[in-house]
């Protein structure tokens, strides 16, 4: 299977699709619409992209980019993100001037980057780009803040581990492709919809499943493009597409829900957590 991920060899997506399978061919994107491109392009079969984390909150770009491509979510994996401040052997941490990271890296370990003096906190494309920019310039004053295996990819030194604000720092990625993943069965489905701008519209809404009892685990909004102040709601329900309550829920809605669309149907990870190595017994 190949497996297409934003990011540089040692990027936390690199350890989340080795989740998704161990010993998959992997394709590294520069860009989270790389990816998409790669799976609808064919040259992949899957795609890996982060879309929360339990510190620094959504990725909204991929929302976004969830809704502009016609690829559905096949399954979810979830990761223990553990950040290490990086840099070339011989640096000390009195000695940075500099530190690199991706925006959602640099915001699961403000607090430590607040305890830096004389340090300019500058934000990249990702988390192991920012340790091979420092390994490519060659300078002992810079700094990453990326996962202990971009160390080891591009020879640098752990000046500091575990920095992150708070240990269980876990990072959920959805899998995109046009065929379900193997051996999962799904009882997680993830919608989008558009609503009146009236009042009550939203909780009507919600309570098409709170009447059924479906339990909602995630709740997103995010503008819509050209109409100011009217918003696309995404919501992961813990429920299966097919089943009897969620197919009623969905055609409710739909009945007053100018825009509904079902992203994909899937198994939740902990259907299938532990099937697989942590990638940090490797990575770490």
């Not at 497996?3 to 080795?18: H, K, M, T, V």
């Not at 370990?109 to 003096?117: A, G, K, S, V």
């Not at 030194?157 to 876990?170: E, M, P, R, W």
């Not at 809404?205 to 009217?230: H, Q």
Request: a negative charge; hydrophobic letters at 45%; one cysteine or more.
């Amino acid at each position: 299977m190949k497996i297409a991920y934003q990011g540089e060899p040692g990027a936390f997506s690199e350890a989340a699709a080795r989740r998704v399978d161990p010993d998959a061919d992997l394709t590294p994107c520069h860009s989270f619409e790389e990816v998409f491109d790669a799976v609808k392009a064919g040259t992949v079969a899957h795609g890996v992209l982060p879309i929360e984390n339990s510190i620094g909150g959504s990725i909204h770009r991929n929302y976004d980019l969830l809704l502009e491509h016609d690829l559905p979510i096949v399954g979810e994996v979830e990761l223990p993100v553990i950040h290490h401040l990086l840099a070339l052997p011989g640096a000390t941490l009195a000695g940075l001037r500099r530190v690199y990271s991706h925006p959602q890296g640099l915001a699961q370990c403000e607090r430590f980057l607040r305890t830096l003096t004389n340090v300019e906190i500058i934000a990249t494309y990702d988390t192991a780009g920012s340790a091979k920019m420092v390994a490519d310039a060659g300078k002992l004053d810079a700094g990453a803040i990326a996962s202990a295996r971009a160390g080891e990819v591009f020879g640098l030194t752990s000046l500091k581990a575990s920095v992150q604000d708070f240990d269980d720092n876990i990072t959920r990625f959805l899998v995109v492709g046009g065929s379900p993943m193997r051996d999962q069965v799904a009882d997680k489905t993830s919608i989008v919809f558009s609503l009146p701008n009236e009042p009550g519209s939203l909780f009507k809404a919600l309570s098409v499943f709170a009447l059924r009892s479906i339990s909602l685990t995630k709740l997103e909004s995010r503008p819509i493009p050209g109409r100011p102040w009217e918003y696309l709601f995404y919501v992961d329900l813990a429920a299966a597409r097919d089943e009897v309550n969620c197919t009623r829920a969905l055609a409710h809605l739909g009945e007053f829900a100018p825009m509904l669309r079902t992203l994909g149907c899937y198994a939740s990870w902990k259907t299938h957590e532990g099937l697989l190595p942590d990638p940090f017994e490797v990575m770490s």
